[in-house]
């Protein structure tokens, strides 16, 4: 018999998305080639890419509102690293929320780059509850909030209004419940937890925050360099990818 796992992550995946990867591997659109042995750049894996990331926009509800879906390598930790990178004007400063382990990673990272105000923090108790009222500079470059505190198991009911980006860690709640996204400016989440196996990280950006910093930025953690390549700016990691997609199709048949 099949077993669960209860754990945040790898988590398990719909049994037709197995099946149908698996038949990948062994011969991907009956090209009697794998999946795993093909051109990045061939009309059918550029197909999955193009598939993968409109359907994220159309299941989150941001088709056409100037948004871009990218499949990035790095795990979800490294977004720590690319949203300060790519969002934090030089001599600028940017708004965290302090609601756990992982909210505390990526406050780590931002303070290599400028002044990290924490604005909010229930870590004196253990970080049991969200903090609520929390007053957010409006001369930041953005607000930074984890969703859903995988650790200690509070998620974010409702998110603070602000005329500043607002930037969401939704690793262990993508695609779990319905929220209005067009409220995030940059969403991203590990595959992982909700989506597919380990090895790609979904990014959600709106486009226009971008190249606001007046800082150079490396071209492998350059939001704009991936979408101008169209999530193909290196070799993607493709089995991840597909895995992801066949999972999305799985959750739009179900109504989305
Ligand atoms: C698991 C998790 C991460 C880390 O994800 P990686 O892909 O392993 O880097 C980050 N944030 C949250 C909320 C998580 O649950």
Redesign the pocket.
């Known amino acids: 018999m099949k077993k669960h796992n209860y754990s945040?992550?790898p988590c398990i995946l719909p049994q037709e998305v197995f099946e149908k990867s698996a038949q990948a591997i062994l011969n991907f659109n009956n090209s009697d080639l794998s999946l795993l042995e093909i051109s990045h750049r061939s009309k059918d894996f550029v197909a999955v890419m193009d598939d993968a990331r409109a359907l994220v926009l159309e299941l989150l509800g941001l088709e056409n509102k100037g948004y871009q879906a990218l499949f990035l390598a790095g795990?979800?930790?490294?977004e720590f690293l690319m949203v300060p990178y790519n969002l934090m004007k030089v001599d600028g400063k940017a708004a965290y929320l302090d609601t756990g382990t992982?909210a505390n990673?990526a406050i780590k990272e931002a303070k290599h780059f400028g002044e990290t105000l924490v604005v909010g923090s229930s870590k004196e108790a253990n970080y049991n509850y969200i903090p609520k009222n929390i007053e957010i500079p409006t001369d930041a470059s953005y607000f930074h909030c984890?969703s859903?505190?995988?650790i200690f198991g509070t998620q974010m009911k409702s998110f603070p209004k602000t005329n500043i980006p607002v930037v969401c860690?939704m690793?262990?709640d993508i695609f779990s419940r319905t929220l209005d996204f067009s409220q995030f400016d940059i969403i991203y989440a590990?595959a992982?937890?909700n989506m597919g196996p380990?090895g790609t990280?979904l990014v959600v950006i709106k486009e226009e925050i971008l190249g606001k910093t007046g800082r150079y930025i490396p071209s492998m953690l350059d939001y704009e360099k991936h979408i101008k390549a169209e999530s193909m700016y290196n070799t993607p990691p493709v089995f991840p990818v597909y895995a992801s997609l066949l999972t999305l199709q799985w959750l739009k048949n179900l109504g989305g």
């Open positions: 945040a992550g795990g979800a930790s490294l992982w990673n984890t859903n505190n995988t860690d690793s262990s590990g992982q937890k380990a990280t």
